[in-house]
């Protein structure tokens, strides 16, 4: 029963005694003797095994049966007796004392056997020896039941594993989290259902070490689900002394995936601030002689005009030369767009008016986009939708998702911008209606270098974001395949 924990009852009821036995003479001494000796029990009585059944499902805790009962065997009684009150012990009660009588009596299931021709004291020394077993033994089911109820409604993992490392416990928050139930996860081999391979021989020696408590970090997670969505886990271990052959490894877990990708996105964060400076050394070091080269060419082109050379020969060389400029307008744009995306620099903070921006950006565009029979819808206003920003960055901002719009429509197709405030946002809309993207290709379009084209360098969304993020806004793609994309950037006005 997760998620309630069951309070221990104020007053505990009366222990009770249940004496079966079919000599109303015998019953009126044992229950003088008995209730004599220990005060404030509750005694009932029945005469044959039918009776004490029926009165056995109301509960007892300690029931004296004979042997010899009219209808049936007492010994045969042992068994349905203790089922119908979970916890309960029976005393066996003979006419005649035999080492084999006693094997057979405790073999049955009895606690002990008394003769009939007990001495008072005995009896009530072994009936209260096997009140206070039943009183433990309730004792300490409910104490595990409230464990297993606080285990349950924790928000740790928690799991306990046999000596061949097969699940013997794992609450439900743990099994959840590997698409199962605990009753499902239970016999299964822990370490093969659900740590991956990769963490497997961590996990194993942390299992399998010296000392008694461990730590180990693990992935954790159902194997039919893809690595993006795994868990990180860090697990400490409360493992059996090794003298306890056959007791259980306990381990509690705290799901640090969270934190871990924090801790990556500020080790990223400062790799590519240190990679800033050296890519702007870098660009001096590059752009110089890349200009010089692009001067050369130029040079080189207008002499090729004027060779005296066969035109097929000319037309040949041009064609190098021009391969060799686009190579060098593509160094180029790497380079600008690194630098964009590395430069520690900050941001201006200025009224933008976003209309219009985005409206220059299309007219910049206009040509390209009709080169490849794209027809542009604007859906921009006149006035309002200003922003406080940089101007140049969110320009920036615009163009890149521009060109990725139109270069997702090889085949023509239709470019609708939108521009509209919403609360106190600008919000900018551009949709194409190309080749759309794949679902696992949607979830990294935003890492630097990220790049399905052949001449992509795979930072303009990585620029975007960065710009967006400057400027406290939000950026959205979505997609569905076939049917083009969507790239929502929203910019608050900052008034
Ligand atoms: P690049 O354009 O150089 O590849 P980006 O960071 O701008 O770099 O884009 C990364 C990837 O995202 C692209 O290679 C492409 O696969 C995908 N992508 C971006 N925009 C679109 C779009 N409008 N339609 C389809 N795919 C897109």
Known sequence: M????????????????????????????????????????????????????????????????????PDVSGVDLIRPLREASPFSEVLLLTGFASVDAAIGALRSGAFAFVLKSFRPEELISTVEQALGKVQLKREREELESRYRDLVEVTDVLVFALDNDDKVALMNRKAASMVNTVPEAASGKPFLETWIPEEDRAAMRAALAGTGRAYEVETGFADPSVGTTARRRIRWHLSRPPRSEERALTYGIGIDITERRALERRAADAEALSAMGELAMNLAHEIRNPLNAAVLQLHLLNRNLDRLDAEELTRAALKDRVRIVGDEIGRLNRLLTEFLELARPRGIGREPVHVPRLVDEVLDLEEESAKGRGVKIVRDIPNGGCVALGDREKLKQVTINIVVNALEAMKQGGVLTASVKQSGEKVVMTIQDSGQGIEPDVLASVFDPFFTTKEAGTGLGLSIVRKIVDQHGGDVVIESERGHGARVTVSIPMGR
């Open 2 to 69: 997760p998620g309630s924990i069951p309070s221990l009852p104020a007053v505990r009821p009366k222990a009770r005694v249940l004496i079966v036995d079919d000599n109303a003479e015998l019953v009126d001494t044992l229950r003088a003797v008995i209730a004599g000796g220990i005060p404030g029990l509750a005694i009932e009585t029945a005469a044959n095994g039918r009776a004490a059944l029926a009165r056995a499902a109301k509960g007892f805790d300690v029931a004296i049966v004979d042997v010899k009962l």
